[in-house]
């Protein structure tokens, strides 16, 4: 009964995805209890993705760095440059705007490998563009935001790596005593949907426990919020339409795999690195900012593989 649910729940895993950023606005009781678990759950949705993906792709893009290289230049300078300049265009208020250049200079979302994995992109370019990230955004964020942005976040670049690298170095070690237990490829394969519907299980507690505190925020302010709820969608479909356009000679599959890392960023990162000094109207942007990471694959994912299956029909 419970492996059938996982099977059924990786089958479906957009519409449980999307279905829990409303579950976290309707059920607060929830979102707060699980609101302290927030770390844990991204631990093991990246422990789940690195046993997951299979060793030998990995280690075939660490012997040719350069397209990884490529894409972490271009989701984490190219990407906040281009949105930097385009609200300096526009001019729109200060927090609003903040958030938006915000959403492009932080790294990809810790679940981007589970979401490759789940939606048949390149899970392999995914991981490593992602650790890549965490690894350098403690050098890349604090300058970035306080030369385009002066705002001065409020954790050293030595607190935001111990941060980042407690995450990402526990999800490595979970993972190496998993495959050391005899946990091979082939008994990963036997039982990849299953995975694949605790990979969704642990997506939908993050969207959870982050949607603590915001219907009251949202009743308060509702005009703001359905503003930067909007804007967090389009910076989200823009960076995407972006990143595949820049890296589509690469191959389609591959262009579409850098588009769902760019678009999808990690802005509760932010969110914990300046929330003692922003105003709330800033830090909202960063909760609502789950609301595209979580419904937009309802529409994405067909079109990602309409796109990838366009293109192998035409080789």
């Avoid at 759950?41 to 397209?67: D, Q, T």
């Avoid at 299980?201 to 426990?209: K, N, R, T």
Wanted: with cysteine; charged share 10%; hydrophobic share 60%.
């Amino acid at each position: 009964m419970v492996l059938g649910t996982l099977d059924m729940i990786g089958r479906r895993a957009t519409w449980f995805l999307a279905g829990g950023v409303f579950l976290g606005i309707a059920w607060q009781p929830l979102a707060q209890a699980l609101e302290p678990w927030l770390e844990a759950m991204i631990v093991m949705n990246l422990s789940l993705s690195m046993m997951r993906i299979e060793p030998a792709r990995l280690f075939a893009y660490l012997r040719r760095p350069w397209l990884a290289v490529s894409v972490f230049l271009f989701s984490m300078i190219v990407a906040p440059l281009l949105l930097w300049a385009l609200v300096e265009a526009a001019g729109p208020s200060d927090a609003l705007g903040a958030g938006i250049v915000f959403h492009a200079l932080t790294t990809p979302i810790m679940s981007a490998p589970a979401l490759c994995i789940l939606f048949g992109l390149d899970a392999a370019l995914a991981l490593i563009v992602t650790v890549a990230s965490y690894a350098l955004v403690p050098l890349t964020l604090p300058p970035l935001a306080l030369w385009l942005l002066g705002i001065e976040l409020d954790v050293t670049v030595v607190e935001l790596m111990w941060r980042l690298g407690r995450i990402v170095a526990a999800s490595f070690v979970i993972a190496a005593i998993a495959r050391s237990l005899a946990v091979t490829r082939r008994v990963v394969e036997a039982h990849s949907s299953r995975i694949d519907g605790i990979l969704v299980i642990g997506m939908v507690g993050v969207a959870v426990s982050l949607m603590s505190g915001l219907p009251g925020y949202a009743a308060a302010n509702p005009a703001h919020t359905s503003v930067t709820t909007a804007a967090t969608f389009l910076t989200n479909i823009a960076l995407q339409v972006a990143a595949a356009a820049a890296f589509w000679r690469m191959g389609r599959k591959t262009a579409v795999t850098v588009a769902l890392v760019t678009g999808n960023t990690n802005v509760a990162l932010v969110f914990a690195a300046v929330s003692e000094s922003a105003s709330y109207d800033l830090l909202v942007y960063f909760v609502v900012g789950q609301f595209p990471i979580y419904v937009l694959p309802l529409v994405a994912v067909p079109l990602y593989r309409r796109v990838i299956a366009a293109g192998t029909a035409a080789s």
